[in-house]
């Protein structure tokens, strides 16, 4: 084992001191003489090939592997329209070292920006579009939603509030499409036009010439984003104000690049009575417009489609096409109920196929029989069929004063005490007619 010595600890002090002095002497080097115009020229080229049209103010150092630039001016080039210009305060772009000292490991590179009233941090590690993994994280604070550029074009009105949101996406093969991660937002005190500018949408006759949009509040406005296997679907992004309601759903299937990803959702909205009082001119256009729209539970459908690049103009619609919904007028869960009184197969009745109990009613017991002349013979197995009664040879005066006389007839007592809702019971076994009772004397 290895003794300190008071030599050794001189030694290693000295080297420990070298090397301090050593890096410094490097960073002092690297932001006097770093090619800070070759860094500008390097981040306007790379922007280019984005399709960015890209004016920097000024680079310099920054604390680590780094270069920061200032008063960035970006302009947008699209295929058609106008281009989108907004400016970005401050950008650092730095470096990891030790991504560098690794042999084989992806390179890890950080950007935080001072832009649109808050702050965007970004790391990103390896490249995405190459073979191989990567990971890209972003977390933005503060946002405001009128500077960032984009939103308005998207919905053609104007939008104000404050955005906050983390992204987080892992690809082991370096295509979004492949990618996995999840998304969560919050817009704070959220609001769609100002009473000025008309709203557009393109292929509907009463909205293509413009409407002007009343100021609508949104409130909070917030949701989850869950991605699996390149599909990023739409959990609870919902709102709740004063003004209305609003709750979007859907999903959005990843591809390489980003601006090519499809875009299948429905959005449901409701404005309330009071609102609407408000905006009279808007009452009038939702129902001759958005008629088509008007859903039974008196929400307002839209589908939305296209790209991220395009998207297409929104159709108003009672269908989602991520969860299909009942037809209108039609109750739900009433077949379901029905056929739940009878057997499997029946058809639903009004009344229940099962018996009713009848209320039990007991009788006296009849009297006994009269003694017969004979024994009676043994009665038959219970599977077998009844005897058949004889044929009455006649008229009979015993038979019709004593109906009791004829075979297989209960005495008359039993038959007024039967239930009327029991079943009725087998008959009894045939007996020989008897000699009617002969009447006793009174006793005085």
């Known amino acids: 084992m290895l003794k300190l010595t008071p030599e050794r600890i001189r030694r290693a002090r000295i080297i420990a001191l070298n090397a301090v002095f050593g890096l410094v002497v490097f960073a002092i080097a690297l932001s006097v003489w770093f090619p800070y115009g070759r860094a500008k020229e390097v981040a306007i080229s790379?922007?280019?090939?984005q399709d960015l049209d890209v004016e920097i103010g000024s680079a310099g150092p920054v604390l680590g592997l780094g270069v920061t630039f200032k008063d960035i001016r970006v302009s947008t080039r699209p295929p058609t329209g106008k281009p989108t210009r907004f400016i970005v305060d401050t950008a650092r772009v730095t470096v990891s070292p030790f991504s560098l000292l690794m042999l084989g490991s992806p390179r890890t590179v950080s950007l935080s920006m001072d832009a649109f009233g808050g702050r965007i941090d970004v790391e990103q590690k390896g490249s995405p579009g190459k073979k191989g993994p990567f990971r890209l994280e972003v977390r933005?604070?503060?946002?405001?939603?009128?500077?960032?550029?984009?939103i308005r074009e998207a919905v053609n009105v104007p939008v104000?509030?404050?955005?906050?949101?983390?992204?987080?996406?892992v690809s082991t093969t370096g295509r979004y499409g492949d990618g996995n991660g999840s998304l969560s937002f919050s817009c704070e005190s959220c609001v769609i036009g100002d009473g000025k500018t008309p709203l557009k949408v393109e292929g509907n006759p009463f909205l293509a010439g413009g409407l002007t949009l009343p100021r609508l509040r949104l409130g909070t406005m917030g949701g989850h984003v869950k991605i699996e296997k390149g599909t990023a679907k739409?959990?609870?992004?919902?709102?709740?104000?004063?003004?209305?309601?609003?709750?979007?759903?859907?999903?959005v299937s990843l591809r390489d690049p980003l601006p090519l990803s499809m875009v299948n959702a429905y959005l449901r909205?409701?404005?309330?009575?009071?609102?609407?009082?408000?905006?009279?001119?808007?009452?009038?256009?939702?129902?001759?417009?958005?008629?088509?729209?008007?859903?039974?539970?008196?929400?307002?459908?839209?589908?939305?489609?296209?790209s991220f690049a395009r998207l297409s103009p929104p159709v108003f619609t009672?269908?989602?096409?991520?969860?299909?919904?009942?037809?209108?007028?039609?109750?739900?869960?009433?077949?379901?109920?029905?056929?739940?009184?009878?057997?499997?197969?029946?058809?639903?009745?009004?009344?229940?196929?099962?018996?009713?109990?009848?209320?039990?009613?007991?009788?006296?017991?009849?009297?006994?029989?009269?003694?017969?002349?004979?024994?009676?013979?043994p009665a038959p197995p219970p599977a077998a069929p009844p005897p058949a009664p004889e044929p009455i040879p006649g008229p009979n005066p015993?038979?019709?004063?004593?109906?009791?006389?004829?075979?297989?007839v209960p005495p008359p007592a039993a038959a007024a005490g039967a239930d009327i809702g029991a079943p009725a019971a087998a008959p009894p076994p045939a007996t020989p007619p008897s000699p009617p009772p002969q009447p006793q004397p009174e006793e005085e």
């Open 46 to 49: 790379m922007a280019a090939a």
């Open 140 to 150: 933005v604070r503060d946002l405001n939603l009128k500077e960032i550029p984009g």
């Open 160 to 169: 104000n509030g404050t955005l906050n949101g983390e992204l987080d996406i």
């Open 234 to 251: 739409l959990q609870g992004v919902e709102a709740k104000s004063p003004d209305g309601e609003l709750a979007l759903e859907g999903e």
């Open 269 to 306: 909205f409701k404005l309330t009575e009071p609102f609407l009082k408000t905006a009279e001119n808007l009452r009038t256009i939702l129902q001759m417009a958005a008629a088509s729209g008007k859903r039974p539970d008196g929400w307002y459908g839209m589908r939305l489609g296209g």
């Open 318 to 377: 009672t269908t989602s096409p991520i969860a299909p919904s009942l037809p209108p007028g039609r109750p739900a869960g009433r077949a379901a109920i029905a056929p739940a009184f009878g057997p499997p197969g029946s058809p639903p009745a009004s009344t229940p196929s099962a018996p009713v109990p009848q209320p039990s009613v007991t009788f006296p017991p009849p009297p006994p029989p009269p003694p017969a002349a004979a024994e009676a013979p």
């Open 398 to 408: 015993e038979a019709a004063s004593n109906p009791s006389a004829f075979r297989g």
